[in-house]
Nanobody
Framework: QVQLVESGGGLVQAGGSLRLSCVASGRTFSSYAMGWFRQAPGKERDFVATISRGGGSTYYADSVKGRFTTSRDNAKNTVYLQMNSLKPEDTAVYFC?????????????????WGQGTQVTVSS
């Protein structure tokens, strides 16, 4: 089992920045590729970003490419999502997730463990 806890969400004006953190406990964190997803009210959960076990490979949704960056610190069992140039359409609950593969995927069905989510609200 892996337990994931996100933090760092909040209210920010358009153009601002936030950094989300996701701390893992349980089995060896470095055994998992990590992903970020988001879900806006009334919408499906969408892929945002993923990072490989060692952190050397990342992949982003087109909607956030160039604005968001994911990274990880395996010594701290933590994955991060740095969000810059935020837009109102980025408003959603953000989730981190873990899957037992070397490289992460963009499909939520491939992830075995999920955090509870953290709310990000971007005002115009």
């Amino acid at each position: 089992q892996v337990q994931l806890v996100e933090s760092g969400g909040g209210l920010v004006q358009a153009g601002g920045s936030l950094r989300l953190s996701c701390v893992a406990s349980g089995r060896t964190f470095s055994s998992y590729a990590m992903g970020w997803f988001r879900q806006a009210p009334g919408k499906e959960r969408d892929f945002v970003a993923t990072i490989s076990r060692g952190g050397g490979s990342t992949y982003y949704a087109d909607s956030v490419k160039g604005r968001f960056t994911t990274s990880r610190d395996n010594a701290k069992n933590t994955v991060y999502l740095q969000m810059n140039s935020l837009k109102p359409e980025d408003t959603a609950v953000y989730f981190c997730a873990a899957q037992g593969r070397l490289y992460g995927t963009s499909s939520s069905e491939d992830y075995n463990y999920w955090g509870q989510g953290t709310q990000v609200t971007v005002s115009s």
